[in-house]
């Protein structure tokens, strides 16, 4: 599952972004209400903790354009703004939920899992590619009837190529949107955890589901 925080106090940001990837999710992280936009635009966030007074755009308008585009992604906003009207304008722009700050980031997370129970009642959590299954609730991923067990940050890479299965990935699409490679840049760790993945779902002569486009990026789906 993917997560984006969008908060411009940095020790509160990082202390968000730590425990939502002790839960399990790959988290971007922005200070910004722009870059934090962008981030939304690109990449299709299971979860957003959202902050309203942010530099450069308000939080609410990135809500709200997230919602004029059609994004449905769950919405968290966490923000000092207590009385009653910014309450109902955050929910009226969009937002699944409201959080006031000071808060306990326990109760954010528990926040955060009701949100995606409601949302997985009604939704298959499951992203099929051929005969490949990816459980992106539980993590669990299968080829076949064959489970395949991956490190973390095999999970993330792999589910992030799994949202934009048939699409070319390139190297700068994973840098940018994946935390776990972002200090990555100029080295050969991307092609080394494709090598990784490669070995484990295209394991025993299975048909080829990763392709590498050298020089551009890669492909997640059949050749």
């Not at 425990?19 to 790959?26: C, M, N, S, Y």
């Not at 528990?110 to 993590?139: E, F, G, N, Q, W």
Request: proline fraction near 4%.
């Amino acid at each position: 599952m993917r997560a984006l925080v969008v908060e411009d106090y940095h020790p509160l940001r990082a202390a968000i972004a730590q425990a939502l990837r002790g839960e399990g999710f790959a988290v971007d992280e922005s200070g910004d209400g722009e870059e934090g936009a962008w981030f939304a635009r690109g990449t299709p966030f299971d979860i957003i903790i959202l902050d309203l007074g942010l530099p450069k755009l308000d939080g609410l308008e990135v809500l709200r354009q997230m919602r004029a585009r059609g994004d449905q992604a769950h919405v968290l906003i966490v923000t000092a703004r207590d009385r009653v009207e910014d309450r109902c304008a955050g929910l009226d722009a969009g937002a699944d939920d409201y959080l006031v700050k000071p808060f306990a980031v326990p109760e954010l997370l528990s926040r955060v899992r009701a949100l995606l129970r409601r949302a997985y009642a009604r939704k298959d959590p499951v992203l099929r590619i051929a005969d490949l299954a990816i459980d992106t609730a539980t993590h669990r991923v299968q080829r076949g009837s064959q489970d395949i067990e991956l490190s973390q940050r095999e999970y993330t890479l792999l589910e992030f190529l799994a949202l934009r299965a048939g699409e070319l990935v390139t190297r700068e699409d994973i840098r940018s949107h994946l935390y776990d490679f972002r200090s990555e840049s100029g080295s050969n760790v991307i092609d080394v955890y494709i090598g990784y993945l490669r070995k484990k779902i295209e394991r025993d002569d299975l048909p080829r589901l990763l392709t590498t486009r050298r020089g551009h990026g890669y492909i997640l789906g059949p050749a």
